[in-house]
Nanobody
């Protein structure tokens, strides 16, 4: 059984930072591409950042230079460090691997 659980969301002012965590149970951690997605109200879910099993990273153009995806294999946990947050980053953020999804964590950027 595979289970993904996100944490770390919240309310932050523009220019602030948050770090999201995604802890994965089961035996698939880092064996497949792992990704962070987000979905804003009225919009489609979009890929924010992804990491392959060999550690290669990809980012959406809108977050390049501000967000960093990483993982800790010992903790079976993936992270998304988000800096210089903007109101347009407001969304529910989900982690995903091998078509397993977490329940999402809300990120709200507002003054």
């Amino acid at each position: 059984q595979v289970h993904l659980a996100e944490s770390g969301g919240g309310l932050v002012q523009p220019g602030g930072s948050l770090r999201l965590s995604c802890t994965m149970s089961g035996s698939i951690f880092s064996k497949y591409v792992m990704g962070w997605y987000r979905q804003a109200p009225g919009k489609q879910r979009e890929l924010v950042a992804a990491m392959t099993s060999d550690g290669s990273r990809n980012y959406a153009d809108s977050v390049k230079g501000r967000f960093t995806i990483s993982r800790d294999n010992a903790k079976n946990t993936m992270y998304l460090q988000m800096n210089n947050l903007k109101p347009e980053d407001t969304a529910i953020y989900y982690c995903e691997t091998a078509n397993y999804w977490g329940q999402g964590t809300q990120v709200t950027v507002s003054s």
